[in-house]
């Protein structure tokens, strides 16, 4: 494991955050809010700390990342992130304490979109950008953002990107990976300024418009309203949020396609299970609603249904907790439903967190040819995903990684009923953590905040957002010693990740 490796890109990282935090410094001075100063002491110390930290760690271009090295990386940057991006909370005065303000922050860089604030409204106009700002910064990833604009990193960037981009096998657009990482931003700004313009079109402020924006399309959650979207009293508001934030679900390779005039949606059949679940699920939620009478059977009562239903279908499923309607007092089909949606989540390579739609796919075919063998123990069944098999090693890696997600979340939320937690609220939490989803169940549920939970109760919800976040073996592997432990047989271990011509 090389330290000066691990620290200089880290050090980087904390210069673009720093000038993240300048811009947004820049937003609070048009506004007036007063949190102006402490946006820009923020990013004068991150960008100390950072340019320090560069100067004293340089290494050579031509140096390989090894693959634990970019794990052990990815972790600690995204670490780093969220103890620095807590400077603007804490020099603003919005939250007195370390622990709650490295919880906001770690919540917005993983796009988990819990809160410890009771009331956002009252926040300035500069913290409720920043908020918004980490979002957008980490839905798509801040190692791809690197990636993307420091081109030195992409020798050896391949290890960084896997630890990072969600899902099974991250896809490459292009043979480089410095082009997929430019590739995948672009789209990723591009829809953002069309959400914006769409907001804009519908009555929001820009204001609004860039924070909801940023929320959407990183599927984060935070709003700047207490009652989240449900605070716009506009259907057509309600609509647009939901359509992109089912955009933000899909694979943002398939965009790119699309951008660039292929367009295979329909020939892939992860989106087709994707889109399959989340509209059976809204037009479920809708007739839960309608048979229970919360709506009422006329014209407008059906169309809040439908739109209730799949507004929530989709935030919950893409794991971007926004809230257009209060779900507790659904009925308990439904809250059911919504629980299960929380353990799907969005299709790998897409911003969504939870297990992805791949996965529970593949679980399915797996299910199904397990009960074929049953009946004929002979037959040579493979698990297929469109037109190709699923590798055995790619099986058992899904296998093992959903088992051990459910085993993350049932520890997480035994750990948290330490903390004066009740049982419903607990694991609630703790899906809601690991999912990167936000609202949960009982006291954290779509009405309510963190803020009443104990320091300890914050922390290991802080470490439950970023194990989910970089899916679960990122951070896990952290701790296992042969991480730390010197290189042996270093050509060995270059011979596995050097890329297959």
């Known amino acids: 494991m090389s330290i000066r490796h691990l620290l200089n890109i880290i050090a980087l990282l904390l210069v673009f955050i720093s000038i993240a935090m300048a811009a947004t410094g820049a937003g609070a001075l048009f506004y007036e809010d007063g949190a102006a100063p402490a946006l820009f002491a923020s990013a004068g110390i991150t960008l100390l700390v950072g340019t320090v930290t ?295 390579g897409s911003t969504g967190g939870g297990i992805k739609a791949v996965r529970v796919l593949v679980l399915l075919r797996h299910t199904a040819s397990e009960i074929r063998k049953h009946l004929h123990p002979r037959a040579i069944l493979m698990v297929r995903v469109g037109k190709h098999s699923v590798r055995e090693e790619v099986l058992l890696n899904i296998l093992g990684f959903v088992s051990l997600y459910v085993l993350l979340v049932l520890f997480g939320g035994m750990l948290l009923t330490f903390f004066g937690m009740d049982i419903l609220t607990a694991v609630g939490a703790s899906a809601a953590s690991v999912g990167n989803i936000g609202p949960g169940l009982g006291g954290v549920g779509a009405t309510d905040n963190y803020g009443w939970i104990t320091n300890p109760g914050l922390i290991v919800i802080t470490f439950l957002m970023l194990v989910g976040r970089l899916e679960i073996y990122t951070v896990l592997l952290l701790f296992h010693p042969d991480t730390w432990k010197r290189q042996q047989a270093k050509t060995s271990e270059a011979r596995v990740v050097r890329p297959r011509k």
């Not at 959650?221 to 508001?237: E, H, V």
């Not at 699309?258 to 509209?279: C, I, K, Q, S």
């Not at 037009?283 to 059977?297: D, I, Q, R």
Request: aromatic share 14%; net charge negative.
């Open 54 to 348: 560069y100067a004293f760690t340089k290494f050579e271009k031509g140096e390989q990342l090894t693959a634990r090295e970019g794990y052990a990386i990815v972790t600690l940057a995204w670490t780093s992130l969220a103890v620095f991006g807590a400077l603007p909370f804490l020099l603003s005065g919005t939250l007195d304490g370390v622990v709650p303000a490295i919880f906001e922050s770690m919540s917005g860089f993983t796009t988990t979109g819990a809160t410890v604030f009771s009331d956002v409204e009252s926040l300035p106009e500069g913290i409720l950008l920043w908020r918004s700002v980490t979002h957008w910064i980490g839905g798509m990833g801040i190692i791809v953002l690197a990636i993307a604009i420091l081109p030195y990193v992409g020798v050896g960037g391949m290890q960084l990107f896997r630890a990072e981009v969600p899902g099974p096998t991250p896809e490459r657009l292009r043979p480089r990976i410095t082009q997929t990482a430019k590739l995948l931003w672009s789209v990723y700004v591009g829809l953002t300024g069309v959400q914006i313009l769409l907001y804009l079109f519908g009555g929001m402020s820009l204001f609004d418009a860039v924070n909801h924006a940023f929320a959407t399309l990183a599927t984060g959650g935070f709003s700047t309203r207490n009652a989240s979207i449900a605070g716009f009293d506009s259907a057509y508001i309600h609509y647009v949020t939901i359509i992109f934030m089912y955009i933000a679900g899909v694979n943002f390779a398939l965009h790119f396609r699309a951008a660039t005039g292929h367009l295979e949606y329909f020939r892939d059949e992860e989106w087709r299970f994707y889109t399959m679940v989340v509209v059976g699920a809204g037009l479920f939620l809708m007739v839960s609603n309608l048979m229970a009478g919360s709506y009422g059977l006329s014209a407008a009562g059906m169309e809040h249904a439908l739109r209730d239903g799949m507004f929530q279908a989709v935030a919950i499923t893409t794991t971007t907790g926004f809230v257009s309607a209060d779900f507790e007092v659904w009925t308990p089909a439904a809250q059911g439903l919504l629980v299960a949606l929380m353990f799907v989540g969005g299709m790998a």
